[in-house]
């Protein structure tokens, strides 16, 4: 018998921490485990054709270039793009190329005609989910018909249109401050066909606000897509 008590607090043991090691490696993975969750329902568009430039851009606030694919994202089952078909707003009206529906019409290959061209400065693309959500992730797409990196990239969501109520800002990678929206601490990344994954801890909001302020290869501003998880909030 007391083989069997030894035998079982053993199994037991080792069930707990093979448990707790799950739940390390996925939380560094940005994985969650708890609840009833499955991955994020998320179709990555093609890679495009053009080859990596000899000239990418460095520094220490730059993500190394990864060719592997993104760890699963973990959200609660149900979870759906929230933000398909929804209306969308601009700072800067007058575009360059492109209309403002294309930034939530589920278009996002390597096109031309799929990307909304902008104006210099730190221009803004919003989103109206059309009522209160809790959000899981925002996924982006600027442009990843070139290797590039896009400045001072800032995610907020906000209860209302002229975000001024509750805005939280979920993504920061301007670390100098030039868009005076605070000093970021999230990193620059390369364009690529898997885009920007940012978690949202199940944050509620209306309004999801993306700035840029450039690229590495130009002044101009570029959106191809604004994906938003979540459910409607309760």
């Given at each position: 018998?007391?083989?069997?008590?030894?035998a079982g607090?053993l199994?037991a043991?080792?069930?707990?921490?093979t448990?707790s090691?799950?739940?390390?490696l996925?939380?560094?993975?940005g994985v969650?485990?708890?609840?009833?969750?499955?991955p994020l329902?998320?179709?990555l568009?093609?890679p495009t054709?053009?080859?990596?430039?000899d000239?990418l851009?460095?520094?220490?606030?730059?993500e190394?270039?990864?060719d592997k694919p993104?760890?699963?994202?973990?959200a609660?089952k149900?979870?759906t793009?929230?933000?398909?078909?929804k209306?969308?707003?601009?700072s800067?009206?007058?575009?360059?190329s492109?209309?403002?529906?294309?930034?939530t019409?589920?278009q996002r290959?390597?096109f031309d005609?799929q990307?909304?061209e902008?104006?210099?400065?730190?221009?803004?693309v919003?989103v109206?989910?059309?009522g209160?959500?809790?959000?899981?992730a925002?996924?982006?797409?600027h442009?990843?018909?070139?290797l590039q990196?896009?400045?001072?990239v800032?995610?907020?969501v906000?209860?209302d249109?002229e975000?001024?109520?509750?805005v939280r800002t979920v993504?920061?990678?301007?670390?100098?401050?030039?868009?005076?929206?605070g000093v970021g601490?999230?990193?620059?990344?390369?364009e690529?066909?898997q885009?920007?994954?940012?978690d949202?801890?199940?944050i509620?909001?209306?309004?999801?606000?993306?700035?840029?302020k450039?690229?590495s290869?130009?002044?101009?501003?570029?959106?191809?897509?604004?994906?938003?998880?979540?459910?409607?909030?309760?």
């Amino acid at each position: 018998m007391r083989k069997h008590l030894v035998a079982g607090l053993l199994g037991a043991a080792f069930l707990l921490l093979t448990l707790s090691s799950f739940q390390s490696l996925s939380a560094a993975e940005g994985v969650k485990v708890a609840g009833d969750v499955a991955p994020l329902p998320l179709k990555l568009p093609d890679p495009t054709l053009k080859g990596t430039p000899d000239d990418l851009p460095t520094g220490p606030n730059i993500e190394k270039l990864s060719d592997k694919p993104r760890p699963a994202f973990f959200a609660p089952k149900g979870v759906t793009n929230v933000a398909l078909k929804k209306k969308v707003t601009v700072s800067e009206p007058k575009l360059i190329s492109g209309t403002i529906e294309q930034a939530t019409d589920g278009q996002r290959e390597a096109f031309d005609e799929q990307v909304i061209e902008m104006r210099k400065g730190t221009q803004w693309v919003q989103v109206d989910l059309g009522g209160e959500h809790t959000l899981y992730a925002i996924v982006l797409w600027h442009d990843h018909r070139w290797l590039q990196v896009f400045r001072d990239v800032i995610v907020q969501v906000a209860d209302d249109a002229e975000f001024t109520k509750n805005v939280r800002t979920v993504y920061n990678s301007d670390v100098d401050n030039s868009s005076n929206l605070g000093v970021g601490t999230d990193r620059e990344y390369f364009e690529t066909n898997q885009g920007r994954l940012i978690d949202c801890k199940g944050i509620k909001g209306a309004f999801v606000r993306s700035y840029t302020k450039g690229s590495s290869l130009s002044s101009f501003n570029c959106h191809q897509e604004i994906e938003v998880y979540g459910l409607p909030a309760k």
